[in-house]
């Protein structure tokens, strides 16, 4: 009885490189997606912000911000980001004006896009024109006036936990009047739940496709194995076992039978038999 059948460890070999094999290419597919993934949210990102900035006339929200009035524009470019949340794939969209960073973590709320949702059941909770509040974590304040101190750039933040608007990747876009004065931060986030959606879902089809052409090449080989090698092998090994038996003891040439098995592999099990058969 052998210890160790060819069919077993033939089998173990080839599921053990398919899943190495299925294991490294999704780590490799994880991190290109992961980054190809955040440079596309980054594009999009940009865009939205860029598009925003176009309809702003700073100097205009600038005076909003210091008189806590809002004029034509400032509701022209509230309605923008209203709409934009209804119809785009943006979570959040606001703009901010960070105050105190290291005691309270304040933000001064310039202006807040709504969804028609929001504006329906939960207006009396968004925050408006000239409110002071500190539900934002002091990384997120401390973003925000990191982001100040690049006027005109567009930076971006992935938060390091979840608060209580959810755990989003943000990006950032200071705004400057004309004078050269930069008073607050336009920012968009996207949810990064659905980020790894969507990472998740690319890995796991990657995964299901790797699996399956292993399973493919699984079968293949051990049908191919079977034929060419360990069938052919478990024939000789039978003839020879049985010769060896019926000829134990057994002096007279004459007497000594062995019956060679069939094999037509061309390989060399087929050389093999034929030089038992000689022997």
């Not at 002091?138 to 930076?155: C, L």
């Not at 399973?215 to 024939?235: C, D, Q, R, S, V």
């Not at 034929?274 to 022997?279: E, G, N, R």
Request: proline residues 3%; glycine residues 4%; negative net charge.
């Amino acid at each position: 009885m052998n210890k160790k059948p060819l069919n077993t460890s033939i089998s173990i070999f080839c599921i053990s490189f398919i899943l190495f094999i299925c294991l490294v290419i999704s780590f490799v597919n994880y991190h290109s997606f992961n980054r190809a993934l955040y440079e596309r949210y980054n594009s999009y990102l940009t865009d939205v912000l860029r598009f925003i900035e176009s309809n702003i006339d700073t100097n205009d929200l600038y005076e909003c911000m210091l008189t806590n009035k809002k004029s034509e524009n400032y509701n022209e470019v509230q309605q923008l980001m209203n709409d934009i949340l209804d119809t785009g794939n943006v979570h959040y969209l606001y703009i901010i004006t960070p105050l105190d960073i290291e005691k309270y973590h304040t933000c001064l709320t310039v202006m807040t896009g709504m969804t028609k949702e929001e504006i329906l059941y939960e207006y009396d909770q968004q925050n408006f024109l000239g409110d002071i509040f500190d539900d934002f974590p002091e990384e997120t304040v401390r973003s925000f006036a990191e982001a100040m101190k690049t006027p005109g750039q567009i930076s971006f933040e992935k938060d390091k936990e979840s608060t209580i608007w959810g755990f989003d990747y943000t990006g950032m876009l200071p705004l400057t009047t004309s004078d050269g004065t930069t008073f607050t931060v336009l920012a968009a986030d996207l949810s990064i739940s659905n980020i790894y959606k969507t990472l998740w879902k690319h890995l796991l089809l990657n995964v299901v496709l790797i699996l399956g052409i292993g399973f493919l090449f699984y079968m293949f080989f051990i049908f191919w194995a079977k034929y060419n090698i360990t069938k052919p092998i478990k024939l000789l090994e039978e003839s020879v076992v049985q010769f060896a038996r019926t000829s134990h003891n057994l002096s007279n040439p004459d007497l000594l039978i062995y019956n060679q098995p069939v094999i037509h592999t061309g390989n060399e099990v087929e050389a093999l038999s034929d030089a038992v058969t000689k022997m």
